[in-house]
C-alpha cells in the first residue's frame, strides 16, 4: 500500500524566498511544510531585539525595490518605516560621503558645482572593455577615487585581488555628480517597523514550520512528505559537492553595546582601508529610532568561507559560474525538486529580487496545476 504525502511541498529554508514560496502555495489551496536548519525563520534577513533595539544578525538590510508590485507585496506583512540608506566612508582617519557624489568630490577634489564635477569626472574617465572590477572603476573614476573607496574595500570583502573579480559586483553602485546622498535609487526604501522576522512570521502565518531541522540530514524521510520540495539551500551541498565546492565569501559579526544614544553619523560606516581588518560598523538603531540612551554597534569581518561555515555572498567569478552550470545540470534531472533562491540559484540576489523570484516561480506552478 503507497501512503500519499502529508504535503504538497516541503519547504527547505524559511528565507524570504522559502518564505513567499509557502505564502502563494498555502493561498492557492497547497499544503506546506518549511523547514529550516537554523533556530529561526527569515534565513539572513533575521533580526531580533536586544536591549529595545532590533538588530540585524547577519549584516544590514535595508529593502529597496522600483518595482511596486514587491512593494505593495511586502507592504501586506509589515509596515514600513521611511528610510533613505546613507553611508559614509572613513579612509586614513576622514570621513567622506559614499556612495561618489559631489560632495565626495568636494571633499577629495575642492569643485563646488555640479559643472566643475561633471568636468573633473570627464577628465578622470578612460573608459575601458576589461570585464575585471579594477579597470573598470578606474575607467570610471580614476586612480585616486578607486584607491580611497574601492581597493582595500573589495581586497577585503572578497578575499582577493579587484582585477580578479567581475565588474558586475560594483557596477550597482551609482557615480553622481549632484548632492544626492542615498545609497541607493530605488523610489521605494525602507525598513519594516519591529524588524524582518515578525515580515517573515506574517508572511508564513497559518503554515507549518519546523525549525532545527537540516534536509540533507533526513533527506529520505523529510522527502517522504511531500510530493514536491522547493530547496533553497546551497545546490552544491544538495548533491554533497560531487562536482567540487562552489566558493562563498564568509562573515564573522561583533555586536556591542554601547551606553550613549549614538555612536556614529551613518547607519553604516565603511572602513575602506586594507589595513583595518573589518569592512564596515553598523548602528542598528538608526534603521527605527527610538531615542534610547544606549547604541548597539556591529563589525562585520570577512573571511575565508570553508565547508561548515555559513555561505554569506556566492563568488560570481568564471570559474564559479562553470562549477554552478555543471549543477543546473544535475538539478534540472531532480524532477520533483525546485532550486530557489541566493544559495540555491547561487546569485548574488538582493531581497526584492529574491521576492520577485520566488513569485514567478510559485505563480506559473500554480498556473501550471491549475490547467
Ligand atoms: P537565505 O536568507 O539564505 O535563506 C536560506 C535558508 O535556507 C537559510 O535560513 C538556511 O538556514 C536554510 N537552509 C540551508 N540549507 C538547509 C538545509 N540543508 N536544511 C534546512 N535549511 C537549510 N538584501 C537587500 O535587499 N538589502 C540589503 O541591505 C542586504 N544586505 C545584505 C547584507 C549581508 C551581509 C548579506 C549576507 C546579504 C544581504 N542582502 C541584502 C541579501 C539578502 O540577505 C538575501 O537576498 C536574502 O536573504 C536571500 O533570501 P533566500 O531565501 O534566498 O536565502
Ligand atoms: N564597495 C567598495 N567600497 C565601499 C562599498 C562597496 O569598494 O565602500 C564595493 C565592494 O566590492 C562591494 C561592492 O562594491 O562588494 C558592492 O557593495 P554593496 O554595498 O552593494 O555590497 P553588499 O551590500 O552586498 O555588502
Redesign the pocket.
Known amino acids: 500500500m503507497t501512503v500519499q504525502p502529508t504535503y504538497d511541498f516541503l519547504i527547505?529554508?524559511?528565507?524570504?524566498?522559502?518564505a513567499v514560496f509557502a505564502r502563494e502555495m498555502t493561498n492557492a489551496g497547497k499544503r506546506c511544510l518549511v523547514?529550516?536548519?537554523?533556530s529561526h525563520i527569515a534565513?539572513?534577513?533575521y533580526s531580533k531585539n536586544q536591549d529595545g533595539i532590533e538588530v540585524h544578525v547577519?549584516?544590514?538590510?535595508?529593502?529597496?525595490t522600483n518595482d511596486k508590485a514587491i512593494w505593495d507585496y511586502v507592504n501586506q506583512f509589515a509596515e514600513f518605516i521611511p528610510y533613505h540608506h546613507r553611508v559614509n566612508v572613513t579612509y586614513k582617519g576622514e570621513s567622506y560621503s559614499f556612495p561618489i557624489n559631489l560632495k565626495t568630490l568636494q571633499q577629495v577634489f575642492g569643485v563646488n558645482t555640479e559643472e566643475e564635477a561633471k568636468v573633473l569626472l570627464e577628465k578622470l574617465r578612460t573608459p575601458t572593455n576589461e570585464k575585471d572590477l579594477e579597470s573598470w572603476v578606474i575607467g570610471q573614476v580614476g586612480q585616486e577615487l578607486y584607491e580611497i573607496f574601492v581597493k582595500g574595500y573589495t581586497q577585503k570583502q572578497w578575499g582577493r585581488d579587484p582585477k580578479n573579480l567581475p565588474n558586475s559586483i560594483i557596477k550597482r553602485i551609482p557615480i553622481r555628480t549632484n548632492h544626492n546622498e542615498n545609497y541607493f535609487d530605488d523610489r521605494y526604501q525602507g525598513i519594516p517597523r519591529g524588524g524582518y522576522t515578525k515580515l517573515v512570521a506574517n508572511m508564513l502565518h497559518g503554515i507549518d514550520v519546523q525549525l532545527e531541522?537540516?534536509?540533507?540530514e533526513k533527506k529520505n524521510d523529510l522527502s517522504k512528505l511531500a510530493s514536491q520540495i522547493l530547496f533553497?539551500?546551497?545546490i552544491d551541498?544538495y548533491f554533497d559537492y560531487q562536482l567540487g565546492a562552489l566558493e562563498y565569501r564568509g562573515?564573522r559579526f561583533e555586536t556591542s553595546k554601547i551606553e550613549k544614544p549614538k555612536f556614529q553619523a551613518t547607519a553604516a560606516v565603511n572602513y575602506t582601508e586594507l589595513e583595518v581588518p573589518y569592512t564596515r560598523i553598523v548602528e542598528h538603531q538608526q534603521f527605527e529610532p527610538k531615542g534610547l540612551n544606549h547604541t548597539i554597534i556591529t563589525k562585520e569581518y570577512p573571511l575565508e568561507w570553508t565547508k561548515g561555515k555559513e555561505p554569506?555572498?556566492p563568488i560570481n567569478d568564471d570559474k564559479n559560474k562553470i562549477l554552478y552550470n555543471a549543477y543546473r545540470k544535475l538539478a534540472e534531472k531532480e524532477t520533483n525538486v525546485i532550486f530557489g533562491?541566493?544559495?540555491g540559484e547561487y546569485k548574488y540576489?538582493?531581497?526584492?529580487q529574491?521576492i520577485a523570484a520566488s513569485l514567478k516561480t510559485s505563480r506559473e506552478i500554480i498556473k501550471e496545476s491549475s490547467k
Open positions: 527547505v529554508g524559511a528565507g524570504l524566498y522559502g523547514v529550516d536548519k537554523r534565513g539572513n534577513a547577519y549584516g544590514p538590510h535595508i529593502f529597496h531541522t537540516d534536509y540533507l533553497t539551500g546551497p551541498a562573515l554569506y555572498y533562491g541566493r544559495l540576489y538582493d531581497m526584492h529574491v
